[in-house]
């Protein structure tokens, strides 16, 4: 049932790595698929020692790349499976939590102490989040002004009163249920979790620089594409798209007459690229169904370009696409045409050391590894 990933299961070992002590793991279970990642430190570094993805379609009865409910028991199988296919050694490192599954605001609020905000701030959270406070776990964190900055652009525009004399905090909330049922999930593999993470963090670790400029991030899964705005490594505009690769698939399917296994497969080897193997028309309606959920999900995009813009006076310097989504072939130029700024497409292990024989298929799958990275990237700068 794993996915066949090239030299996925025979990394580790022919790398000739011993038991995982120190090692730690990044792991992303997705809507579609779970993704792993084993680095190791060393001399400042983060050395790639293993990493594999697994479908979870088969899992639940439904296709490869597409999204799936599994139960939390069903999701800890597919991980065992995962760890062993990927001879993964380590026992210990972090677990990503779906952006859809929490609640990522930033509010504005009035400049007082800590001990104030820590009571104010569960009543304000109310008003955005549509749970009882006792069914959620909150989390925040106060984004920090800098004051020469504040008073070199002209943010004036929008502000009202108390937003100008106030500070803005990054409220994050997760269902307690999503909670549990991640910690099913961890103990029924056995694993030490030492920390959750919301994904979308774990992606901006491993796939921004420390630039200063805004940057919109991509994340084209396979139900849904995640997109954000992330200044000076602080999050700023979420958004979320009910359209992602299995609608393209799907798209693909209905053109061509083909089931969504074949569609599928046709998508990832040969994607926007004209491919021999089909004619002038098949390959032109290939194109045209790719395109319809690129162009819906762009012109989305570009709306978020564009109330950024207004709202905080300034541009998104660039947009990185990151997710399984992002490894479809001859993406990059199309992205380029239909965004409003540079697009370029993740490359998550240039964060690790790897050996040069899978530079190329390290850059081509890379885009779905980034929540995996960046998780594993975390649990080593903890140590
Ligand atoms: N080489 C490829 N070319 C095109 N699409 C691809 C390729 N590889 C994977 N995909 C698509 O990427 C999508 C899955 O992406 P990803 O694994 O990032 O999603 P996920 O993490 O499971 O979902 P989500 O992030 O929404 O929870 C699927 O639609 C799959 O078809
Ligand atoms: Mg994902």
Known sequence: MAFSL???SQLGASLGFKSGTGSVLGIDIGASSAKIVQLR???????????GEIALGPYGDVSIGKAV????????????????????????????????SSLVSVLDMPKVDSDQLKRMIPIEARKY????????????????????????????????????????VLLVAIHNETVRAYQTIASETGLSIKFYEIEIFSAIRSSLGHG?????????????????????????????????????????ARSLN?????AERIKREHGLVEASAFSADENDKIKVALLSTLERVFSEA????????????????????TGGGASLPGLAAHANELLQTEVEIANPFARTETPAFLDKVLREIGPGFAVAVGLALRELQHR
Not at 41 to 51: F, K, V
Not at 87 to 96: D, E, F, I, P
Not at 224 to 241: A, F, Q, W
């Open 6 to 8: 090239p030299s996925f």
């Open 212 to 252: 200063m400029a805004p940057v919109l991030v991509i994340d084209l899964g396979a139900a849904t594409t995640k997109m954000y705005v992330v200044e000076k490594g602080i999050v700023r505009v979420t958004h979320l798209v009910t359209h992602g690769g299995q609608h393209m698939t799907e798209n693909l």
């Open 41 to 51: 430190p060393a001399h400042g570094a983060a050395i790639l020692e293993t990493y």
């Open 129 to 168: 989040i549509p749970l009882p406070a006792s069914e959620v776990m909150l989390d925040w964190f106060v984004i920090p002004q800098d004051e020469a900055e504040e008073a070199a652009f002209d943010r004036i525009t929008e502000k009202t009163p108390m937003q100008s004399k106030g500070q803005e």
């Open 69 to 100: 409910k599994l139960t939390p028991e069903k999701t800890a199988e597919a991980i065992l499976d995962l760890i062993r296919e990927a001879n993964v050694t380590a026992r210990a490192g972090g677990l990503s939590i779906p952006f859809s």
């Open 258 to 262: 083909w089931d969504f296994e074949k």
């Open 302 to 321: 570009n709306r978020v370009l564009l109330s950024y813009g207004k709202r905080y006076n300034k541009n998104v310097s660039r947009a990185i696409l």
